[in-house]
């Protein structure tokens, strides 16, 4: 039964939210796992769809796992096949994260190609290019990425195009395992990218540069890694999400079990626009501006803007005092969500890769549609704001990354509902 989600405007927010584990951290650690010669636990595992589809993924190659309470335990050693088929890549991209460590584990496995998306074409040739260098050869046959290396991965020197994040984070997962030393050039910065070194480098691996854009990595010669237990960093989108959640309805909020650090370009524009904060050790709460102000935004990779909040900001800039330049620049097509914001009355003008933004614009309910994960979290904080009741339909995209949506704003003070089509 499909759902959506009705939001009855014009609430102020209060109070405190506790923000999940990452997702986009989440999902490679559990790849990872499949380098893994023992159980491991993965603890602050958010309950979101997308982390389902890859626990799928995994057991139907074969592990054995379990989810409860936010807490994934999962044995990959009964491992048999190095197939991740169409039926279930097609979910969901990620699943790509399975290419590097299956072909360094069994030297040679086959993956579907996960296809276009909502948010732009999302080629993998980077993926592949970097395998290709480390010795593997790879063919595309019938939608499938078939790859081998039977001898091996071998280490080599490999400088990325463009900065990749999971990119970076299958060439990572094969170089663990690889015969001798991979040099990587230009690797993501993303604290996601990080927090897999961390794992790799706690089972044993010899990674030098960690959070820096060079990483040197000593392989195991093929041998499976002794992975020790790990939490899983907060979600640093999902806490952007509720900063812009607090800021468009210039509230008093409070969001918990984050790392501030992790929040730094989001905090610094916010500032910019207006909004105070009072920083803790673990928590942000952002404090109501005297007046809301304009800003231009270029989306980069970490540690500038990111695209994963472009859309919150976007809803955020259309309440402003002013006119904002929103610039995507790592997605051609990350601007799905203009055309349901107009449809609340947004005036939005888009050229190429940039969005003009006009503030101070009432925003008025509509049924309005999610067309991928953050366009939809764009349009539950325009909701906020807009007079009368707008549903938000298609709310899967938004189960696939937002942890207890309605529960999490409902306690915030909102008027909101999931319901039945
Ligand atoms: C990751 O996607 C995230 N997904 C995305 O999160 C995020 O938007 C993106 O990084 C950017 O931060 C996960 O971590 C699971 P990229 P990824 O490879 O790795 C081009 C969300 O909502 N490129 O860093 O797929 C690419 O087209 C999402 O949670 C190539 O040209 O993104 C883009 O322009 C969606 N060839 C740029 O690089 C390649 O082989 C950056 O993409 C790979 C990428």
């Keep these: 039964m499909l759902e959506y989600l009705s939001i009855e405007g014009g609430?102020?927010?209060?109070?405190?939210?506790?923000?999940?584990?990452?997702?986009?951290a989440a999902l490679p650690l559990l790849a990872a796992s499949l380098l893994s010669k023992n159980t491991i636990?993965?603890?602050?595992?958010?309950?979101?769809?997308?982390?389902?589809?890859?626990?799928?993924?995994?057991?139907?190659?074969?592990?054995?796992?379990?989810?409860?309470?936010?807490?994934?335990?999962?044995?990959?050693?009964?491992?048999?096949?190095?197939?991740?088929?169409?039926?279930?890549?097609?979910?969901?991209?990620?699943?790509?994260?399975?290419?590097?460590?299956?072909l360094a584990r069994f030297g040679h496995c086959e993956v579907s190609m996960p296809g276009g998306c909502a948010i732009g074409q999302r080629p993998i040739d980077l993926h592949l290019k970097a395998l290709e260098q480390m010795g593997a050869v790879i063919e595309l046959k019938q939608g499938y990425v078939v790859a081998k290396a039977p001898d091996g991965?071998?280490?080599?020197?490999?400088?990325?195009?463009?900065?990749?994040?999971?990119?970076?984070?299958?060439?990572?997962?094969?170089?663990?395992?690889?015969?001798g030393v991979t040099k990587l050039v230009n690797v993501a910065k993303e604290p996601e990218v990080v927090q897999l070194c961390e794992l790799l480098r706690d089972a044993g691996v010899s990674i030098d540069g960690i959070g820096t854009a060079n990483l040197t990595i000593v392989g195991s010669y093929?041998?499976?890694?002794?992975?020790?237990?790990?939490?899983?960093?907060?979600?640093?989108?999902?806490?952007?999400?509720?900063?812009?959640?607090?800021a468009i309805t210039n509230s008093k909020i409070t969001i918990t079990d984050?790392?501030?650090?992790?929040?730094?370009?989001?905090?610094?524009?916010?500032?910019?626009?207006?909004?105070?904060?009072?920083?803790?050790?673990?928590?942000?709460?952002?404090?109501?501006?005297?007046?809301?102000?304009?800003?231009?935004?270029?989306?980069?990779?970490?540690?500038?803007?990111?695209?994963?909040v472009q859309a919150q900001f976007m809803a955020l800039c259309t309440q402003v005092d002013g006119t904002s330049i929103i610039d995507e620049r790592l997605f051609e097509n990350r601007f799905m969500h203009v055309s349901e914001l107009a449809r609340m009355g947004a005036n939005i003008k888009l050229k190429g890769h940039s969005a003009t933004v006009e503030g101070d614009t009432k925003l008025i309910c509509a049924d309005v549609m999610a067309t991928d994960l953050r366009a939809s979290s764009a349009l539950i904080l325009a909701a906020l704001v807009a007079q009368g009741t707008t549903k938000i339909h298609r709310?899967?995209?938004?189960?696939?990354?937002?942890?207890?949506l309605e529960g999490k704003f409902s306690a915030l003070g909102a008027k909101i509902e999931r319901l039945e089509e």
Excluded: W
């Excluded at 109070?15 to 990452?22: F, K």
């Excluded at 807490?71 to 190095?82: P, R």
């Excluded at 730094?264 to 404090?287: D, N, Y």
């Design 153 to 179: 991965l071998k280490g080599t020197t490999i400088i990325f195009d463009k900065v990749t994040v999971t990119g970076s984070e299958n060439i990572l997962m094969a170089a663990a395992l690889a015969h």
């Design 258 to 308: 984050v790392i501030p650090k992790h929040l730094e370009s989001i905090t610094l524009k916010l500032q910019q626009m207006g909004f105070g904060f009072e920083i803790g050790e673990k928590s942000i709460t952002i404090l109501p501006a005297e007046k809301m102000k304009a800003s231009d935004i270029e989306t980069s990779e970490y540690p500038g803007f990111p695209t994963d």
């Design 395 to 404: 709310i899967y995209h938004l189960d696939r990354g937002y942890e207890d």
């Design 11 to 24: 609430q102020k927010l209060k109070g405190s939210v506790s923000i999940s584990g990452a997702k986009n």
């Design 41 to 102: 636990s993965l603890s602050n595992v958010p309950n979101v769809v997308d982390v389902k589809t890859l626990l799928k993924l995994l057991e139907n190659l074969g592990a054995t796992q379990s989810f409860q309470n936010r807490s994934v335990k999962i044995d990959t050693t009964t491992v048999s096949s190095a197939c991740a088929n169409y039926d279930i890549v097609r979910k969901m991209r990620a699943s790509i994260l399975t290419l590097g460590p299956l």
């Design 222 to 246: 093929g041998e499976l890694l002794d992975m020790k237990d790990i939490e899983v960093i907060p979600d640093r989108i999902e806490a952007g999400t509720y900063l812009c959640a607090g």
